[in-house]
């Protein structure tokens, strides 16, 4: 890899952290919101399960969104890539639930469920990105600006025609 596309990768990976943060923070923000609300008596799977799902959701949209825009720039069909990211968080939202609600459960101790929310966001900081890069934007990153540079080559074409 030349030095050009290491220092790519490199603002790519910085770009993508800082987002994911601000997407963790709603993410913090919504989970923290619910249980605030809707306080739970005891620590319980199904608790929570109510509070951790919407934060994600949330999370996934605002991430997917700047995401796309701003760090892969990618010209790449937003149905498809949506389509794509569907299918990670098919996978990875039942497993992220489910074994997160099986530790809750298992151990059951006040602050758990906190602990589990925090290391199941970091996991999927770091499998998102890998699978974002190398499978959604695989072959489109940057291509946003050259898409938009051959609509305006078109429009000042047809203009002169």
Not at 101 to 122: M, R
């Amino acid at each position: 890899m030349e030095k050009s596309t290491k220092m790519k990768e490199f603002w790519r990976v910085l770009k993508f952290t800082i987002i994911s943060i601000s997407a963790g923070l709603i993410q913090i923000g919504v989970y923290a919101l619910i249980r605030l609300i809707a306080p739970f008596p005891e620590e319980s799977w199904q608790d929570y399960v109510v509070a951790y799902t919407p934060s994600l959701l949330l999370s996934v949209i605002w991430n997917f969104t700047i995401n796309r825009k701003y760090t892969f720039k990618s010209a790449n069909n937003v149905k498809v890539a949506m389509l794509l990211v569907l299918a990670f968080y098919a996978v990875f939202t039942p497993l992220s639930i489910i074994l997160g609600a099986v530790v809750v459960g298992a151990v059951a101790t006040e602050s758990i469920g906190d602990i589990v929310f925090v290391v199941t966001l970091l996991l999927n900081f770091v499998l998102e990105f890998l699978y974002t890069r190398f499978v959604v934007y695989r072959n489109s990153c940057d291509t946003a600006g050259q898409k938009q540079e051959e609509l305006s080559e078109n429009q000042t074409e047809n203009e002169e025609v």
